[in-house]
Antibody, heavy 122, light 110 residues
Framework: QVQLVESGGGVVQPGRSLRLSCAAS????????MHWVRQAPGKGLEWVAV????????YYADSVKGRFTISRDNSKNTLYLQMNSLRAEDTAVYYC???????????????WGQGTMVTVSS | EIVLTQSPGTLSLSPGERATLSCRAS???????LAWYQQKPGQAPRLLIY???SRATGIPDRFSGSGSGTDFTLTISRLEPEDFAVYYC???????????FGPGTKVDIK
């Protein structure tokens, strides 16, 4: 079945780095744009970053621009989020999500992973 | 930057009642680019409505979306026990691409 599985979360000190992964299965990963969305404990959803289906374009929320990098390896059906210079306010559950339409950058998010928790604390 | 406001913050209703959730945008949003999601505790969000009024795959017809411009509505015609959750609206626009979520409306049991 169509599935996204995140991994790589954990506890990290402020200023350090962490890389999240999102393994896709059950669909043609290389045909879909992908997003990262985060949710701080008890808070709402915050969009983090998007990457086009072919990796040709990437966009970021202002809150993470210059610190986070989204990438993908279509040969491995995997999405990544490299998070550098982490701050306490980056503490959240991080979800990967699929764009609903093939090769369409602007659409709703139809498939979500279960999320991975990132805690930034000394 | 478009800001989404959702009201009410919390909606207390009984099963079988009708729920009307509002999402207001600070600027006009293309109806093609407005979505609604449901999130239950400990779970990932689930897409309910896209393009302001189209139901996603597998979504019951008691869920409906409407609206245009700056005012959008999610209606649940008759609340089922499994519908008590938090609902988020989202707009996705271009130039540059942004994907803004509203703060959410919690629908809880009265």
């Amino acid at each position: 079945q169509v599935q996204l599985v995140e991994s790589g979360g954990g506890v990290v000190q402020p200023g350090r780095s962490l890389r999240l992964s999102c393994a896709a299965s059950g669909f043609t990963f290389s045909s879909y744009g992908m997003h990262w969305v985060r949710q701080a404990p008890g808070k709402g959803l915050e969009w983090v970053a998007v990457i086009w289906y072919d990796g040709s374009n990437k966009y970021y929320a202002d809150s993470v621009k210059g610190r986070f990098t989204i990438s993908r390896d279509n040969s491995k059906n995997t999405l990544y989020l490299q998070m550098n210079s982490l701050r306490a306010e980056d503490t959240a559950v991080y979800y990967c999500a699929r764009v609903a339409s093939i090769a369409a950058p602007l659409d709703a998010f139809d498939i979500w992973g279960q999320g991975t928790m990132v805690t930034v604390s000394s | 930057e478009i800001v989404l406001t959702q009201s009410p913050g919390t909606l207390s209703l009984s099963p079988g009642e009708r729920a009307t959730l509002s999402c207001r945008a600070s600027q006009s949003v293309s109806s093609s680019y407005l979505a609604w999601y449901q999130q239950k505790p400990g779970q990932a969000p689930r897409l309910l409505i896209y393009g302001a009024s189209s139901r996603a795959t597998g979504i019951p017809d008691r869920f409906s979306g409407s609206g245009s411009g700056t005012d959008f509505t999610l209606t649940i015609s008759r609340l089922e026990p499994e519908d008590f959750a938090v609902y988020y609206c989202q707009q996705y626009g271009s130039s540059p691409p942004v994907f803004t979520f509203g703060p959410g409306t919690k629908v809880d049991i009265k």
